[in-house]
């Protein structure tokens, strides 16, 4: 029998010590609702949010994805299904959301041929599975995605879930790398804090 894909093996990680992970580390506690918000972006899983921002500081961005990793292996059955409900499926990225167009670039040329297969075979793993089909799109090309969603088609609910577990930890791996190397947390900190505080102002103004 194959093995299970590993969540920690297959993204990029550093433990050089960079802004964003310092930045990470020190958020106020006042500030804390924006960085869930940053980190929503990463999982959609409030669950594993939390339990990242409860086991602050992390040393090293290593650190920071191995528990990272811990968290996603954590997830119950509902909060999974809860962090896999924010992916879009393979080929319909959501509209205005960066990271999850740069993960699909692999279906950005397909042919409408393979689209439309991608669409039919989508929607008969859900019917399947009860979920989206999750993968670590990240320089895949469109047909290794077709090849792979036909394959996991014949496995069982509960093989199936694991992999998308190990699928999941590796996208939230890749996604902690980019926020943490490239101060994202900054950045969206900020822009989220800006959304709460029009958002109060005009609670205040009606």
């Given at each position: 029998m194959r093995s299970l894909p590993s969540t920690a093996t297959e993204a990029p990680v550093t433990s050089t010590p960079t802004p964003g992970l310092a930045r990470f580390n020190t958020s106020s506690d006042s500030s804390d609702h924006a960085l869930l918000a940053v980190l929503h972006e990463v999982c959609a899983s409030p669950a594993w949010a939390r339990k990242l921002l409860a086991r602050r500081p992390y040393a090293t961005a290593d650190a920071l994805f191995a528990a990272g990793d811990t968290a996603t292996d954590e997830l119950d059955d509902t909060e999974l299904a809860e962090a896999m409900a924010g992916h879009p499926p393979i080929g319909r990225p959501k509209p205005g959301d960066p990271a999850s167009a740069r993960e699909q670039r692999?279906?950005?040329?397909?042919?409408?041929?393979?689209?439309?297969?991608?669409?039919?075979?989508?929607?008969?793993?859900?019917?399947?599975?009860?979920?989206?089909?999750?993968?670590?799109?990240?320089?895949?090309?469109?047909?290794?995605?077709?090849?792979?969603?036909?394959?996991?088609?014949?496995?069982?609910?509960?093989?199936?879930?694991?992999?998308?577990?190990?699928?999941?930890?590796?996208?939230?791996?890749?996604?902690?790398?980019?926020?943490?190397?490239?101060?994202?947390?900054?950045?969206?900190?900020?822009?989220?804090?800006?959304?709460?505080d029009a958002e109060n102002a005009k609670d205040s103004a009606s």
């Open positions: 692999g279906m950005a040329g397909a042919s409408e041929e393979l689209r439309a297969e991608m669409l039919e075979l989508n929607l008969a793993y859900q019917d399947r599975f009860g979920h989206v089909f999750l993968i670590c799109a990240t320089g895949a090309t469109g047909e290794q995605m077709r090849d792979a969603l036909k394959e996991r088609l014949a496995h069982t609910p509960e093989r199936e879930r694991a992999i998308a577990r190990a699928e999941l930890g590796k996208i939230n791996r890749i996604r902690l790398t980019r926020l943490v190397t490239e101060d994202f947390v900054a950045e969206n900190a900020e822009d989220a804090e800006d959304a709460a």
